[in-house]
């Protein structure tokens, strides 16, 4: 069983649109989670850190349910430039390794 | 302030040849890790660097990958003898924090090396 699944869309949205991503991890004892964002062909770049309360940074808004082992991410207002691979990321508690799961590409169209 | 940087962007070498990749993290960064994300799949751990020390290096695939980090500044990576499967992008990540608090802090990637073994 992978560490971090996600669906692996593709999401098609008009500009506008709420969408909403879901990610589950395997390991109960896993600490810290992030979302982070890829363009195409690029670095995987950090979008946000997930919080036990939920947390948000404008049209984006990530949730946590440790007892349901997922995590979520909405966006809000989708614009084109949201266009991307969203990464689910975990940290386990052994503190140094990330694990990944292979990523929900969202495209935007106007 | 510059990111990581990883040199070169892209290689392309037949199978049974070495390539070295190279890895500047961020100034200042104890933190540094290898990933590679091969065709289809997602990006997996290879190792961490603290300073110069191998922290976990668990995620190597074998013993034909060897990472250094001398004097806990650059690291490399090298890849002898390559062969088909290792063909992927490798990335490389730098973080502050030390001990628990690095599993907790952004890790900042660079662009990639783009290896293609024929």
């Known amino acids: 069983r992978k560490e971090v699944e996600q669906d692996p869309g593709p999401f098609n949205v008009p500009e506008g649109a709420t969408v909403a991503f879901n990610c589950t991890y395997s390991?109960?004892?896993?600490?810290?989670f992030f979302w982070y964002r890829q363009d195409c062909r690029k670095e995987p770049k950090l979008l946000m850190s997930v919080y036990s309360s939920g947390n948000e940074d404008g049209r984006f808004t990530a949730q946590l349910n440790r007892a349901s082992q997922y995590i979520s991410l909405l966006i809000r207002d989708s614009k084109l430039s949201d266009s991307a691979t969203y990464l689910c990321?975990?940290?386990?508690?052994?503190?140094?390794?990330?694990?990944f799961g292979s990523g929900t590409k969202l495209n935007v169209k106007p | 302030e510059a990111g990581v940087t990883q040199f070169p962007s892209h290689s392309v070498i037949e199978k049974g040849q070495t390539v070295t990749l190279r890895c500047d993290p961020i100034?200042?960064?104890?933190?540094l890790y290898w990933y590679r994300r091969v065709m289809g799949k997602e990006i997996k751990f290879l190792l961490h660097?603290?300073?110069?020390?191998?922290?976990?290096e668990s995620g190597m695939p074998n013993n034909r990958f060897l990472a250094e980090r001398t004097g806990g500044t650059y690291s490399t990576l090298k890849v002898q003898p390559a062969e088909l499967e290792d063909s992927g992008v490798y990335f490389c990540?730098?973080?502050?924090?030390?001990?628990?608090?690095?599993?907790?802090?952004?890790?900042?990637f660079g662009p990639g090396t783009r290896l293609t073994v024929l």
């Open positions: 390991n109960s004892a896993s600490q810290s």
């Open positions: 100034s200042g960064h104890d933190n």
């Open positions: 990540a730098s973080s502050q924090g030390y001990k628990k608090l690095a599993g907790r802090s952004e890790q900042f």
């Open positions: 660097f603290v300073k110069e020390s191998k922290q976990d």
């Open positions: 990321v975990v940290n386990r508690g052994d503190f140094n390794k990330f694990y």
